[in-house]
């Protein structure tokens, strides 16, 4: 891990890596909030409408983690040192809604 880059929302944390000798990697770990998951606005019946859902799908966190001074840094040079997120986003996948389930 890259000395002084570390860095933190209230969900989410990121460093850089170095993973050769001259080659880094930005590393994001998140765990976003599972009361915005669709699926389950869908299923309590409050919510009548797609843009209901969609509009939930879209929590503070993801904000945060976007708009962090360093993830904004290293967005704008990842042509140059890739970014990771990997996590929980707790978002639903196609692969939820198939005959078999």
């Known amino acids: ?12 944390v990121g ?3 170095l993973v050769d000798s001259w080659y880094f ?3 994001w770990s998140a765990h976003l909030d599972y009361l915005a998951y669709g699926p ?12 209901q859902i969609l509009a939930g799908e879209h929590p503070r ?6 708009n962090n001074t360093k993830m904004t840094a290293w967005r704008r040079k990842s042509a ?3 970014i990771i997120l990997a ?3 707790n978002c639903p996948s196609h692969l939820d809604w198939t005959d078999e389930t």
């Open 40 to 51: 389950y606005a869908a299923y309590n019946k409050l919510v009548t409408s797609i843009s």
């Open 87 to 89: 996590g929980d986003f």
């Open 25 to 27: 990697v930005n590393f």
């Open 15 to 17: 460093v850089r890596i």
């Open 80 to 82: 140059i040192v890739p």
């Open 1 to 12: 891990i890259h000395p002084h880059s570390y860095t933190d929302t209230s969900k989410a």
């Open 61 to 66: 966190s993801r904000h945060e983690i976007k």
